[in-house]
């Protein structure tokens, strides 16, 4: 009788044993702690906030599905998912135009160019409208690849961490530990790009899209921007619009956004043209991250500026 | 007793104009007090407990009366108009939440506010059905708007002109319904949400037409160059935001230019408030910041002063109605000196005379009580709207 209840005590204790172990170390009381959500428009503000804050909060982007992050329009989705975010970077610099057409809380959202507004560089494609007795109307932004000046880049990552500190004040020190070490690696990327820009300054170049406004202020990049995709091949009008500029600008260098058509390239070529890529890294890249392709970039920059 | 009572009644009922004057000048003295008590009770607490919620409002100078009666109470009285700016100033002193709101147009009698999200949040104004704005051209509406107006989720409401002689002016714009709020017993209820951008389309200061680049139709067109298009009045804008035409919807110039009516401010905490408040006392300064609950409790005090001024008045009344009563139950004892005579013949003591005068006056009493007290049930039920239409609009 005694073995019995002895065996079916230590039954029960073993049993309460294990039920008990079953709970994660991790879970107290109140649960699993919630991760804040930040929402970034474009993908250098994923890889600064990633860098600065991974992973004390999760960096979600939106518009890395879509071709190009800058004419992307958000779905009634992405807008309810925006919605719930703890914070929404926006690169600012009439980047986001699909702003104006959503409502979000604007306690979230915050803009990483706010505080370099006199700097940025107004938009050379405007069209003005009138109707009505109203006069005219004038639809003017701003260049929006700010990031391409490295040190306005640095500005923005800044930004940003000032605004993780306001979501997650007890990481401050981290915020700020963290941003030296970007600070300090952009600082490379933006001496080393002055310095290979620098080494042939009155070298001029073609920009296949007017993208690089604050890459041809910053380092001096004497150069013109037509509007010719590298997917798509040029009619003829643009091809003879393109003589008559090399005419008055001997460029002999086009820099593209992503590698052109072959038959563009050798076309190109023919007329003394020669093809680099130059990859804003406005979306997610197909390999590496935002220093890698940037690196790639001044690669690039070394054939124009080397020659 | 009952003996008395069934007397009482047959006597009462005889003398029906007599009776009934008797009851109704105790019902209304009864009442009065009473009513006016409970109504100025729901209004401390409407005007009150919303003044307490909103730290504070930074709008323009004037009437500061004007500012927190539009702003809380969403009144007809507007304030002067300042600019978006207001909102980014007090954003950038990182002091506190700024929430603009533009309380301007309306559908119908429904004031039509425009605002950004977080005036939801901040209220906690839960939605009932559908879900919150998300695009422009989109509206929340206040759960007893919803009713009064017989709009559900995905129906159109129209703002309506400011004036009808406005021939020229503001376009109606037609708006979908994509969420009820909850029913949060404040002016929330009354009241049709709508985006910031929304409430400037409305008002014309964005607006969405053609694309004057793509423009075929000679007629449409007054002047082209390679930079400008100048298209003629006869331009067709939209007068609804759909899905096909939301892109085409556009503001010109700087939004942080735009009019707003007043920024509700939630500080930090009371060391930010006090600095925020700080900020606004230049005599230089274009804006005033206000705290609702100082101007609601100058407001109320105002209000109390005038019910002690009705609570004499009052008194003197119940003083001449009880006096009329002593003397009509006097006059009447002297009507009825011959019937008091017939009873005593008839063997009753002195007492039941009492008795039979008490119950007269007892079912009278009691009888007004009954009324008064339905009359208050009344007012129960309705005080709210009153209360609003009363001291709020």
């Known amino acids: ?307 | 007793m009952l003996d008395s009572l069934y007397l009482a009644w047959k006597y009462i009922s005889f003398n029906k104009i007599k009776t009934g004057t008797l009851i109704a000048c105790i019902t209304i003295t009864l009442f009065l007090p009473t009513g006016l008590e409970m109504l100025l009770e729901e209004s401390e607490d409407q005007l009150m407990s919303r003044a307490e919620v909103t730290p504070l409002i930074v709008g323009a100078k004037g009437s500061a009366l004007d500012l927190v009666m539009n702003t809380l109470y969403f009144g007809d009285e507007l304030p002067e108009f300042i600019t978006l700016e207001a909102a980014h100033r007090v954003a950038k002193s990182e002091l506190g939440l700024p929430v603009p709101v533009y309380i301007r147009f309306k559908m119908r009698n429904f004031p039509i506010i425009g605002t950004t999200l977080d005036y939801l949040n901040m209220r906690s104004l839960r939605i009932a059905e559908g879900r919150s704005l998300a695009v422009l051209g989109e509206c929340v509406i206040g759960a007893e708007a919803a009713v009064a107006l017989e709009v559900s989720l995905g129906d159109g409401v129209i703002s309506s002109p400011e004036s009808v002689f406005d021939i020229g002016g503001v376009y109606p714009l037609k708006m979908k319904v994509v969420g009820v709020l909850e029913r949060s017993h404040t002016s929330d209820d009354l009241a049709i949400f709508v985006d910031l951008k929304t409430a400037w389309i409305i008002e014309g200061l964005g607006h969405g037409h053609q694309d004057v680049t793509q423009l075929s139709d000679p007629t449409l067109i007054y002047k082209r160059s390679e930079k400008n298009v100048s298209a003629t009045s006869k331009l067709y804008h939209f007068n609804e935001i759909t899905d096909e035409n939301r892109e085409a919807f556009h503001f010109h110039g700087d939004l942080n230019a735009y009019p707003i009516t007043a920024v509700i401010v939630f500080p930090k905490d009371a060391r930010s408030e006090t600095i925020l408040r700080g900020r606004y006392l230049s005599p230089e300064e274009r804006h005033q910041i206000i705290k609702p609950s100082e101007v609601i409790d100058g407001l109320l005090q105002n209000i109390f002063r005038i019910k002690n001024v009705l609570d004499a008045v009052i008194s003197v009344v119940a003083l001449a109605t009880f006096l009329a009563m002593i003397l009509v139950f006097a006059l009447s004892l002297r009507l009825r000196q011959r019937e008091i005579e017939t009873i005593f013949k008839l063997g009753c003591r002195r007492g039941t005379i009492v008795r039979l005068l008490s119950a007269e006056i007892g079912i009278i009493f009691l009888t007004s009580v009954f009324l008064c007290s339905t009359l208050l049930l009344i007012l129960a039920n309705v005080d709210q709207r009153i209360v609003r239409v009363l001291f709020i609009q």
């Not at chain 1, 959500?37 to 939106?62: G, H, I, M």
């Not at chain 1, 790009?193 to 042939?200: L, P």
């Not at chain 1, 890459?215 to 990049?221: D, H, I, Q």
């Open chain 1, 1 to 307: 009788m005694v073995r019995r209840f002895t065996a079916w005590s230590l039954f029960f204790l073993l049993s309460l044993t294990i039920v008990c172990s079953k709970r994660g170390p991790e879970e107290d009381e109140s649960g699993p702690a919630l991760i804040p959500v930040v929402c970034v428009s474009n993908y250098p503000l994923q890889y600064f906030a990633e860098r600065l804050a991974s992973p004390l909060v999760k960096v979600e982007f939106p518009a890395g599905a879509s071709e190009d992050p800058a004419y992307w329009q958000p779905g009634a989705e992405d807008i309810a998912a925006m919605q719930q975010a703890d914070l929404i970077l926006l690169n600012g610099a009439s980047y986001e135009k699909w702003l104006a057409d959503v409502t979000l809380p604007q306690a979230i959202l915050f803009d990483t160019s706010e505080n370099f507004q006199e700097q940025l560089i107004a938009s050379e494609e405007t069209v003005t409208h009138s109707h009505g007795p109203e006069g005219d109307h004038e639809h003017q932004g701003t260049a929006f690849t700010t990031w391409l000046d490295i040190k306005l880049a640095a500005e923005q990552a800044r930004a940003i961490q000032h605004a993780l500190g306001t979501i997650l004040p007890e990481h401050k020190e981290t915020f700020e530990d963290r941003f030296s070490a970007l600070e300090k690696d952009l600082a490379e990327l933006d001496a080393e790009i002055e310095r290979t820009i620098s080494s042939a300054p009155e070298t001029t170049v073609v920009f296949s899209h007017p993208v690089y406004q604050y890459l041809e202020r910053r380092y001096g990049v004497k150069g013109v921007s037509v509007h010719w995709e590298p997917d798509a091949s040029p009619s003829p009008a643009m091809w003879k619009e393109f003589g008559h500029l090399l005419e008055h600008h001997p460029a002999k260098w086009m820099i593209w956004e992503s590698e052109p058509l072959p038959e563009v390239v050798e076309e190109l070529e023919r007329l003394g043209v020669g093809s680099i890529v130059f990859d804003p890294c406005g979306n997610l890249p197909d390999s590496g991250d935002f220093m890698s392709v940037m690196r790639e970039n001044i690669v690039s920059l070394e054939r124009v500026f080397g020659d």
